[in-house]
């Protein structure tokens, strides 16, 4: 009899005690990722647009007339390291404010997850010349002789320029590419990750995620727009500046 209760208690224990971080009877979740856009703590949309109302670090003033960039690859990592990609992408178009909300069609286990991430931009391998036709109807494409491809983003304005007129901007970020004509060559990647942390899912999921547009212009480098304001696309230099700078940009801002 005590041998059979010592077997009870540890079956007890292996069904209760020792639950795994993943049930695959259980219904999987739904995810969507949101994007709202903030000038410091101010939101900024497409209300704001086409007022030199903003300041930079480097004191510029200035304004917004465009914006819209690509996310990609939404990745979710488990505790054991494995992790599940979640294939599509989504152009953010704040300009018309479309597609600020993302829902990828696979779905996710329920359980907890060490980071959930995103790509700023397009995978190399997956960034090839006039492989998405909703990408070209939307004039996203990146010229061949500067690689091909696509953008990653366009954020075009005005800024009051060191002899006091307005002047027009376009930071535009694409792949970095140097030797522009019928052999460019590429001296770093320029799409990112954005790690936002753990996550819980216990049911559909909203993932809320803000971009601070200012830090584009902050962070490492503090950008000076009278010295790198067009013509950046084909500037591997400006390119590595962006890629830098876009590291702070993206924060979690909740989940719901």
């Known amino acids: 009899m005590k041998q059979l ?25 739904n995810v969507t990722m949101t994007f709202s856009h903030y000038w ?15 300041t930079n670090a480097n004191a510029d003033v200035l304004s917004i007339e465009r914006l819209r960039y690509l996310i ?23 300009t018309n404010q479309t597609n600020l909300s993302f829902s990828p069609v696979e779905k996710i286990a329920i359980g907890t997850y060490s980071n959930v991430s995103f790509l700023f931009g397009l995978r190399n391998e997956e ?8 990408l070209n109807a939307a004039s996203w494409n990146v010229p061949m002789m500067l690689g091909g491809g696509y953008h990653y983003m366009q954020f075009d304005g005005k800024f009051i320029n060191s002899i006091d007129e307005a002047q027009g901007f376009n930071y535009h970020a694409i792949r970095a590419v140097d030797s ?23 049911a559909d999921v909203e993932i809320n995620v803000e971009m601070h547009i200012e830090e584009w212009f902050k962070n490492p480098y503090t ?26 940009v993206f924060t979690l801002e909740d989940i719901n």
Not at 15 to 23: I, N, R
Not at 180 to 202: A, C, H, K, Y
């Open 5 to 29: 209760s010592f077997l009870f208690a540890i079956s007890l224990l292996t069904l209760f005690g020792c639950s795994p971080d993943f049930d695959d009877n259980l219904t999987p979740a």
């Open 40 to 54: 410091e703590e101010t939101p900024v949309t497409n209300a704001d647009f086409n007022d030199l109302k903003f």
């Open 72 to 94: 990609s690859g939404i990745e979710f990592t488990k505790t054991d390291g494995e992790t599940i990609l979640l294939e599509g992408y989504n152009l953010v178009d704040v």
């Open 127 to 134: 960034n090839i010349a006039n492989a998405y036709p909703d």
């Open 180 to 202: 522009p004509g019928e052999n460019p060559s590429f001296p770093q990647d320029t799409f990112f990750r954005v790690d936002l942390g753990e996550i819980t899912i216990s």
């Open 223 to 248: 950008w000076d727009l009278n010295m790198y304001n067009q013509m950046l696309m084909p500037n591997s230099a400006a390119q590595i500046l962006i890629h830098g700078n876009g590291q702070s």
